[in-house]
T-cell receptor
C-alpha cells in the first residue's frame, strides 16, 4: 500500500517551455503533499507544501509564480515549472502523507521527475 | 531556519564492516525518520523514532534517537553490497508542522 505515482519520469525541453509534473497517491488520500528538488549528490530541498483545497505554502527563496502548485483533490497535486530555464534543470520529487493521523506519519515518495532544460 | 546535518558525508567500507551515520538537528524534533535512497531512485522510508532515547532495530540496522531529541544515528552491522545508497534523516520541528527537513545525507559505498 501507500503508493505514490509521479509523472512524467523524464522531461527534456527547450528553454521557455512550461512543464507540468503530476503526483498521485494511488491507494490512499493525501491532504498534504510535498515537493522537493534534488541536485546531483545533494539532499532533498523542500520547495513547498501542497495542501488540498488551499494555497500551497512555499519555502523561503522559492518563487511562487515560477513554481505553480495545484492540489485540487485528495489524490493529486501538480507542480508547473513556468517558463523553465537551464538553471531549473533538476530532479523533482513529490511525497505524500496519509490524511489520517498526526504529524508522526512517514512520507511516501514518487519516483521523481528528471527535468532537463536545453 | 532549522538545519539538519549528517556526518560523514561519504563513507566507503569493505563488505562485512560496520557503518554509522550521525544526524544532528539545530532544533528539537518531534520525531525522526530515516530514509534510504538508492542511486537513481527515490527515498524509501526505513523507520521512525518518536521517544527520547528510543532505540529500534531492523535486522542489521540499529536506529537511535538522542535524549534531547536533536540527534540520531543509524548503525549497520556487517554491511552488504545491497546497503549501498544515501541515508537521510528527516524530521519536522517540534512546532508540529507536517513539513520535513531532510539531513544532508550520508552516501555509503560498500566494496565487495
Amino acid at each position: 500500500g501507500a503508493v505514490v505515482s509521479q509523472h512524467p519520469s523524464r522531461v527534456i525541453c527547450k528553454s521557455g517551455t512550461s512543464v507540468k509534473i503530476e503526483c498521485r497517491s494511488l491507494d490512499f488520500q493525501a491532504t498534504t503533499m510535498f515537493w522537493y528538488r534534488q541536485f546531483p549528490k545533494q539532499s532533498l530541498m523542500l520547495m513547498a507544501t501542497s495542501n488540498e483545497g488551499s494555497k500551497a505554502t512555499y519555502e523561503q527563496g522559492v518563487e511562487k509564480d515560477k513554481f505553480l502548485i495545484n492540489h485540487a483533490s485528495l489524490t493529486l497535486s501538480t507542480l508547473t515549472v513556468t517558463s523553465a530555464h537551464p538553471e531549473d534543470s533538476s530532479f523533482y520529487i513529490c511525497s505524500a502523507r496519509i490524511a489520517r493521523g498526526g504529524s508522526n506519519q512517514p512520507q511516501h515518495f514518487g519516483d521523481g521527475t528528471r527535468l532537463s532544460i536545453l | 531556519g532549522q538545519q539538519v546535518m549528517q556526518i560523514p558525508q561519504y563513507q566507503h567500507v569493505q563488505e562485512g564492516e560496520d557503518f554509522t551515520t550521525y544526524c544532528n538537528s539545530s532544533t528539537t524534533l518531534s520525531n525522526i525518520q530515516w530514509y534510504k535512497q538508492r542511486p537513481g531512485g527515490h527515498p524509501v522510508f526505513l523507520i521512525q523514532l518518536v521517544k527520547s532515547g528510543e532505540v529500534k532495530k531492523q535486522k542489521r540496522l540499529t536506529f537511535q534517537f538522542g535524549e534531547a531529541k536533536k540527534n540520531s544515528s543509524l548503525h549497520i552491522t556487517a554491511t552488504q553490497t545491497t546497503d549501498v545508497g544515501t541515508y537521510f534523516c528527516a524530521g519536522p520541528p517540534s512546532s508540529g508542522t507536517y513539513k520535513y527537513i531532510f539531513g544532508t545525507g550520508t552516501r555509503l559505498k560498500v566494496l565487495a
